[in-house]
């Protein structure tokens, strides 16, 4: 079921004290660690798990880092449907999950689309001013089902990413 939650300002401050953990157990490998999806964009409507997303030199640098990250309490679930990813989940003492890591290498395609899509949301308002009011109503259908939820924001992100890149190369980024 999907529960969203009015946007908190704890969660910047949960997002660097939990970058922190991970900057010491990825070590030298890690070349950057980002803030992404919902919970990084002020004022937008978002499931309360804070999105991750870090930057690395070796892929296999992190599949060797797997254990020290499962010491503190991420599920590593492999490229989980994205080729170039490493993904981990975390949850809380209730089964709840409270992270999800994303792990790109360095520069990857993936790692600027995703940086693109939350800078164009914060600095357009109303786009994620949109984006929340399509996450209201579809976290409403089929009493909040997660496959429904997911398939219904496609087509918002997917159009959303291409201005998102379009506006990012034109600010020279």
């Known amino acids: 079921m999907v529960e969203l939650t009015?946007?908190?300002p704890e969660w910047a401050d949960q997002f660097?004290?939990?970058a922190l953990r991970i900057s010491r157990v990825l070590g030298d490998n890690l070349t950057s660690i980002h803030h992404i999806g919902s919970t990084a964009?002020?004022?937008?409507?978002a499931k309360p798990i804070i999105d991750l997303m870090a930057e690395v030199a070796s892929l296999e640098a992190c599949d060797q880092a797997q254990p020290a990250m499962?010491?503190?309490?991420?599920e590593a679930m492999g490229a989980y449907g994205i080729?170039?990813?490493r993904y981990f989940r975390k949850f809380n003492a209730d089964r709840r999950r409270t992270h999800?890591?994303?792990v790109f290498l360095n520069g990857s395609d993936h790692a600027i689309r995703h940086l693109a899509f939350r800078d164009y949301l914060i600095a357009h308002p109303e786009t994620a001013g949109e984006y929340g009011n399509l996450k209201r109503k579809l976290s409403k259908i089929d009493?909040?089902?997660?496959?429904s939820y997911v398939s219904g924001k496609e087509k918002f992100i997917n159009s959303t990413e291409r201005l998102a890149l379009t506006w990012v190369a034109g600010r020279g980024e």
């Not at 009493?143 to 496959?147: E, I, N």
Request: hydrophobic share 30%.
């Open 6 to 8: 009015e946007h908190a």
């Open 16 to 18: 660097e004290d939990e």
């Open 41 to 45: 964009v002020p004022g937008l409507v």
């Open 70 to 74: 499962q010491l503190l309490g991420y």
């Open 83 to 85: 080729p170039g990813r």
């Open 100 to 102: 999800h890591l994303h």
């Open 143 to 147: 009493g909040g089902d997660w496959d």
